[in-house]
């Protein structure tokens, strides 16, 4: 059994898995932040103390580390002991934490696909650019590498190998959407690092038709659906994560993301854009300085984890799946519902990171008691969803479905009893 757990990150979503990890200490042990601003890990800890979230007395500290620099990476895992390491910091730093956790054995976990500073939206599947160039030697040394167990990707990955498992003999389209219905009472602000909000917008929009790639322009494809608790709402077909892992794993001809976002983002978004300050290169000013005019607008925005206290409003996150089922049409909707301030009242952090940062936890807990110690990398879809799902359910995130018989919740009590989603392994 695996325990003691290395927290790299100091955002809003470490402080929610630093949070929901102090409430599972007693089968996750020893729990370590760790990021570049030793300050920022301080403040979580005292937010975890504050509020009394350790579910019983044990170890939460925290250390100071570039994360870029493997061999220090390393050391920290070997120092605290940490055999879970739960990478919530930047996208940049995926691949050096993965390798410091190949090297040292701990199991790794992340929440978003890796990037480089100087590209933008890669050929895909971007996967195959970095995370499963090293699932040989993750296999060869016995490491368990869980990639994108956030939101999405992560629950809506489970939600798809539900999908197809239980509910559908044939799927032909997975439609995940992404709805803020909330509101931060800034002029503009993003719900997580702007640097990375902003690059996923500025590329290529990759989706996955008719069994290839298609690309788009941002803003040029939308769709309105009403949804449950949010109602009626516009997205916009965005290039995302998790399609470029379940378009490998599931015999689905057609898998798209798409995002809503309100007419004021798209105004200032573009103006940024067209001005050329969502650039990633770096240029030069009249002064001689370097900079990079996508940092630049990051320094001046909003710090995402200081927009909680006053969030208001509620997310649904979700997967439109349409097939067949006994040779009869079928469309199934399964979804999560998440509230802002009751994310606040709960760990301190906005409804954003709450649904990105309590499904690692749930990762993690599920390779300690050994259900998802798998030895090996995988994408969540090729792991059986139940577990995940069940204890999502009793962490916070509750699944729900609206089918032909209308909304309600699911429950995966008894999962134990069942094998292992029949379709996980073989679905290609």
Known sequence: MKKNILIIGAGGVAQVVAHKAAMANDVLGDIHIASRTLSKCEDIVASVLEKKSLKKPGVIEAHRLDALDIEATKALIAKTRSQIVINVGSAFV??????????????????????????????????????????????????????????????????????????????????????????????????????????????????????????????????????????????????????????????????????????????????????????????????????????????????????????????????????????????VFIYNVADHEDAYTEVGSQGISYTAGVPPVVAAILIAKGIWDVRRMVNVEELPPQPFLDLLNRMGLQTSIRDENGDRDLSFEGWEEKPAAGKTAARR
């Open 94 to 331: 995926n691949m050096s934490v993965l390798e410091a956790c190949i090297a040292t054995g701990a199991a790794y976990i992340d929440t978003a696909i890796h990037e480089e500073p100087n590209k933008i939206c890669e050929t895909p599947p971007w996967y195959g650019n970095y995370e499963w160039k090293r699932r040989e030697r993750c296999e060869k040394n016995g490491v368990t590498a869980i990639l994108g167990a956030g939101f999405d990707p992560g629950v809506v990955n489970a939600y798809a190998a539900l999908a197809v498992d239980e509910y559908f003999d044939t799927v032909e389209s997975i439609d995940i959407i992404d709805i803020n219905a909330g509101s931060h009472g800034k002029y503009f602000a993003t719900n997580f690092d702007p640097e990375i909000n902003f690059r996923e917008f500025t590329g290529r929009v990759y989706s996955w038709q008719e069994g290839q790639w298609q690309t788009n322009k941002m803003f040029e494809v939308k769709r309105t659906d009403d949804l449950p608790v949010v109602g009626t709402q516009t997205a916009y077909l965005t290039g995302h994560d998790e399609i470029h892992s379940l378009s490998r794993n599931l015999d689905v001809p057609n898998i798209r993301f798409w995002m809503g976002f309100g007419e004021h983002y798209i105004n200032v978004f573009t103006v940024l854009k067209n001005l050329g300050l969502l650039s990633e290169q770096p240029v030069v000013t009249a002064e001689g300085l370097e900079v990079v005019p996508l940092k630049v607008v990051k320094a001046v925005l909003p710090d995402p984890s200081s927009l909680a206290p006053d969030y208001t409003g509620k997310t649904c996150i979700g997967n439109l799946v349409k097939g067949t089922r006994d040779g009869e049409d079928r469309e």
